[in-house]
């Protein structure tokens, strides 16, 4: 008896399978973690600039740094979405492609971002190459806290994504999209 969705020669519906969804709920926790902060700011907080890098204020107004925390605010928030709307879309859904695709660069994106900041951050805490910092506090928390944070969210959310792509190829027998 068929029920409208297709079945696949796994027997997984058209439905998807869910496969990556904890990894990328994991993300979504880590990723609002950031919104929340930078929603903080562009609101006018000032908590943890000093060790976020509150010398950007000096160097622009301080609405540029505002306006600059609601943007990344904005795209992160839309990058966990859209990295849980491509875990949990239907196999067979027409935009399915485009939303993956779109969510691949962005998570790639950030894991990578997250990778060379963090690299640059340790490199100058451990002193390799005798790169002086100007702010040692603000590079510890850079190398530590904040750079590493958002590679870990890149990382989970390209987890998430490769874990969606193993189901699709397991229940279709196709490349994944």
Request: glycine fraction near 12%; aromatic fraction near 10%.
């Amino acid at each position: 008896m068929t029920t409208g969705t297709s079945t696949t020669r796994t027997g997984t519906t058209a439905a998807g399978s869910g496969a990556g969804l904890p990894a990328a709920v994991l993300g979504a926790v880590l990723g609002l973690g950031y919104v929340a902060l930078n929603l903080y700011w562009a609101a006018g907080g000032d908590r943890w600039l000093a060790e976020y890098g509150s010398h950007l204020i000096g160097r622009a107004d301080g609405n540029t740094f505002r306006v600059s925390s609601l943007v990344l605010a904005a795209l992160l928030l839309a990058e966990v979405l859209l990295v849980i709307r491509a875990v949990t879309m239907p196999f067979d859904a027409p935009a399915r492609p485009a939303v993956r695709w779109a969510a691949w660069v962005g998570a790639g994106f950030i894991a990578l971002y997250g990778m060379a900041m963090t690299a640059i951050g340790l490199y100058i805490q451990l002193d390799l190459g005798g790169v002086e910092a100007d702010d040692p506090r603000l590079y510890r928390w850079h190398a530590f806290l904040w750079d590493p944070w958002f590679l870990l969210l890149g990382v989970v959310l390209v987890v998430a994504l490769m874990r969606s792509a193993r189901a699709y190829v397991a229940a279709t027998g196709r490349d994944p999209v």
